[in-house]
């Protein structure tokens, strides 16, 4: 016996030789872990039929038993299992009630039915049911098997479908952000390249009419005090006494000329003229103030100071009477941004909030705070609101509610760009039928990363048409 031990030993030995390559077994390299086996769930309630298939397929799968309904659902809830094989006519509970609870909770679990019951309409209806298959006892051991292998390998073929539509879907979904952060980038551009030559005319004609707005203003408080001069000559001259022909022809020259309405018309255009030249002077100041021609660069400003330059350039929506502005202002410190970017989201926000208010009574109200290291701006209406549908699709480009001609669909997309250029963020609350809440969050310095403007002054198509309708002469 001990030789015979001895000589397959030796046997073993040399075959192995003949697999192995030459050298120490260590330079094999580290052993690759074994792959979990798949565990299959059995019920039954004849213990013959479950530690024959246990017995039969634990060679290659971890097979444990449960002899009822009841038993199986315990054992499923403390543990994972690949396959359940199950009969039909169990004490109890029945095999079809295990496959429904198996479907409905466990659905990454297999059901495969094997039941004594012949019966084509039996068989049918757990197919329906979402059984893989339908065996009848007694059962061939390698139909058996095979039916397991098809059954396991269709699981896993389910579940990898659902792991890539998962991974589609989410890179569909990053897809989708990535194109819409293009294609406001896009919109952007557009927007630049299209108002870049009007953002510059601007600034010249604001820069040319600055001069001769001040020849004018100034030469009219010149004329006012030289015409006063004038009228108190000629009050000097009717409190004198004249010879008779001259005060005969002073006086037919005086009724000529129509003296009195003469001089009360003259206060009232010199008067008049004052008051629309300082109208041109304020246009252009806040023309100026509203672009910053002068601080095309990151500097410290005053919102507030920014905000209310706005609100003059938007005068024809809170002129009117129906809109009742509020502002409620907080101690806010000076912020570092680029001044003519953040003019444009309060242009943008405040006419979307005098439009969302309409021609009824309503009111428009601004709120400003501090916390530690930003500034909060928070603008609200209480117009009709945004549908809760559109919510999560208002910055994107091109997307308007408004009318076909009036709203091209660039404002908030562009306002949403420059908050967040500012290294801030922009959020939005609405109520369908009352009212509507943008906040505007921005730290009180930019951080490195956002101190680089890519934004023209004038970016949005209807501010020219804006600054244009609010001061039409």
């Known amino acids: 016996m001990g030789s015979v031990s001895r000589l397959s030993l030796m ?40 530690r024959s298939f246990g017995k039969f397929l634990s060679s290659a ?27 039909i006519i169990m004490p109890g509970l029945s095999g079809i009630e295990l496959l429904r ?11 495969l039915v094997v039941s004594g019951v012949d019966r084509p309409q039996r068989a049918l209806d757990a197919v329906r049911l979402g059984a893989f298959d339908y065996l009848i006892k007694p059962c061939d051991n390698d139909v058996l098997l095979l039916t397991v292998q098809r059954a396991l390998e269709r699981r896993s073929l389910i579940q990898n479908a659902k792991k890539y539509k998962a991974d589609l879907e989410a890179r569909n979904l990053e897809l989708m952000r990535g194109k819409q952060q293009l294609e406001r980038l896009q919109a952007q551009i557009v927007q630049d390249q299209k108002m870049a030559s009007i953002g510059q005319l601007a600034a010249g004609i604001a820069h040319e ?50 003296y009195e ?38 500097k410290s ?3 507030h100071e920014g905000i209310e330059s706005t609100i003059r350039l938007l005068s024809r929506y809170f002129s009117g009477g129906n809109i009742r502005l509020i502002r409620d202002y907080a101690d806010l410190p000076p912020i570092e941004c680029f001044s003519a970017q953040l003019n444009q989201v309060w242009m943008n926000l405040l006419a979307n909030a005098a439009q969302a208010v309409g021609n009824v009574t309503g009111e428009v109200r601004i709120e400003t705070r501090a916390d530690t290291d930003r500034v909060v701006v928070s603008i609200s209406d209480s117009g009709k609101g945004i549908k809760p549908s559109d919510l999560s699709r208002i910055f994107d480009p091109f997307f308007t509610t408004k009318p076909v001609g009036e709203g091209t669909g ?29 906040t505007v969050i921005l730290p ?9 403007p890519d934004q023209t002054v004038l970016t949005h198509s209807s501010t020219s048409k804006e600054v244009e309708q609010s001061y039409a002469i």
């Open 11 to 50: 046997q073993l030995q040399q075959t192995l030789s003949g697999f192995v390559p030459t050298g120490s077994i260590d330079t094999l390299g580290p052993m690759q872990p074994e792959t979990p086996r798949e565990r299959i769930l059995i019920v039954d309630d004849s213990a013959v039929v479950r």
């Open 61 to 87: 799968y971890d097979c444990v038993e449960a002899n009822s309904v009841l038993d199986a659902f315990e054992l499923l809830r403390h543990s994972n299992f690949e396959l359940v094989i199950t009969d």
């Open 101 to 111: 609870k198996v479907i409905e909770t466990y659905p990454q679990t297999a059901v």
């Open 209 to 258: 009419l600055n001069n001769p707005v001040g020849f004018l203003y100034g030469n009219l408080d010149l004329l006012d005090g030289s015409v006063n001069d004038l009228l108190k000559l000629v009050t000097y001259f009717d409190s004198v006494q004249l010879p008779d022909d001259v005060n005969k022809g002073y006086q037919e020259m005086k009724r000529q000329i129509d």
């Open 261 to 298: 309405r003469t001089s009360d018309d003259l206060k009232s255009i010199i008067s008049d003229c004052k008051e629309g030249a300082e109208r041109v002077r304020d246009i252009v100041q806040n023309l100026r103030t509203f672009s910053r021609l002068d601080e095309a660069e990151l």
């Open 301 to 303: 400003a005053d919102i």
């Open 410 to 438: 660039l404002g908030l997309s562009i306002s949403f760009g420059i908050v967040e250029k500012h290294g801030g963020r922009i959020e939005v609350d609405s109520t369908f039928g009352s009212g509507t809440t943008f």
């Open 444 to 452: 009180q310095r930019v951080s490195a990363s956002h101190r680089s």
